[in-house]
């Protein structure tokens, strides 16, 4: 508001120069002292009142959540100065439940002022919040990771299709992938379509590294969530060859008969974890223990 009042005074004053100007300006009567004020001000004031529209031409083109940034970042400052209580972990949920509105914007603009995309469970949550305020905050945020999250991943997949033999590339690609998937914002149509690629890709990095043991582990969990059971024992049952006395081969191929309901399979994974050279740890061991039913 005190913007646009600046900006009629001033031209209003710009207006009566440029009249006096065209007034007095064009007649013998040159008084030096009426026109020299009028040389000076008249640039001064045009490119104030053009600064002062810039401004506002510049916030009408602002994206809502470039606005809600914006807000957030100053309100954040003021809010969070001296609020040492909200370093203490407080379950979100609990706060959007028994908390009183202010205290719920305060928290939210917190999350938003460190890391949204740490406190993206309970954005989550704040979705569908009571408070019309902090739900749209919460909508905002996640629209703003979700549009990160594509240009991530298309430039990471740009770089790889480009040069499929470079790991590194392989690697970011599958970093994208993984980590958008692991959001849990994704619909199901699309969460099947990044999980085929993913497959794709992991097999492309065990083509050039058959023996990456962390490629084997995403590619059996992805195809387990998949529900392609027969590639995901298969790809166990490789690891088991290639890493016999890994632990996590032998874990892997069990998870993966749990998944599958494939009981004989089970059993026969645990006849052999007897005889197997494995190095288990403790907590491998119950787990073993456990998901063989001993």
Known sequence: MAEKIALVVLLLIHGSMCFLWFRFGKTPKKDVLVL???VVCLPIIGLAGALIVSRRIDEVLE???????????????SVTKGKAELETVVPFD??????????????????????PFQYLEMLKAA???????VTHY????????????DI??????????SNPDDIDAANRFISALSSYINTGLLLENRMLQLRYQLSEILEHKLSLFPKSRSAHLQLVDNEINLGNYTHAAEVAADMRDKWPADEKSWLTGLHVCMAAG?????????NMLAEAPI????????????????
């Open 127 to 133: 979705k569908v919040s009571s408070d019309v305020e």
């Open 279 to 294: 190095n288990w740890s403790k907590a491998g061991r119950e787990e073993a223990n456990f998901l063989c039913g001993f």
């Open 36 to 38: 020299l004020p009028l």
């Open 63 to 77: 994206t809502p959540v470039d606005k809600l940034y914006r807000r957030v970042e100053n309100e954040a400052l």
């Open 262 to 270: 494939d009981a004989a399979g089970k059993t026969n994974i645990a």
């Open 138 to 149: 919460a909508t905002a945020t996640i629209m703003e990771i979700q549009r990160d999250l």
């Open 94 to 115: 609990e706060v959007l439940l028994l908390s009183n509105d202010q205290t719920r914007r305060e928290v939210m603009m917190h999350i938003l002022r460190r890391d």
């Open 152 to 161: 991530t991943m298309q430039k990471a997949e740009e770089a790889f299709r």
